[in-house]
């Protein structure tokens, strides 16, 4: 597996996305920028989410409680970009470790947890598909 670049990296904001969007987009002036996942349509304004964006660099602001669970997206994690998923996947595979996935094909995402439990994601570089 190569990880080429971070994707985004992620904070659970339960309880207090109001605040928090008021913290990250007007005192610290990150901007606001829609969420995308593989196969649905943008959303901006969300009562339950937000990202932001600094540069090519996300934070995705997670408003959704944790229920404890291992490989949890919304857990506070770090989203890596690899340069072949596929190739990612059998890694991961091969290792023995158990993972979570959404969606199909060069779209989809996986997470996994590392020797202490920390969230891991990971996705297909854009940058790196091979037409």
Same mark, same amino acid.
């Given at each position: ?34 969420i ?33 669970? +291992?490989?949890? +997206? ?26 979570r ?10 997470w ?20």
């Amino acid at each position: 597996m190569k990880i080429t670049r971070i994707n985004h990296m992620a904070f659970n904001i339960a309880g207090v996305v109001p605040q928090a969007r008021e913290f990250y987009t007007k005192l610290l002036g990150i901007p606001e920028v829609p969420i995308q996942f593989p196969g649905a349509p943008a959303t901006i304004g969300s009562d339950k989410a937000f990202w932001i964006q600094n540069q090519r660099t996300q934070m995705h602001l997670i408003g959704i409680p944790k229920k404890g669970e +291992p490989r949890e +997206p919304v857990n506070t994690h770090v989203s890596w970009y690899v340069e072949d998923l596929d190739v990612a996947l059998a890694d991961i595979r091969s290792a023995g470790l158990e993972f979570r996935q959404l969606g199909e094909g060069l779209g989809r995402i996986i997470w996994i947890s590392d020797p202490a439990g920390n969230t891991i994601e990971l996705q297909q570089d854009p940058e790196t598909v091979r037409t």
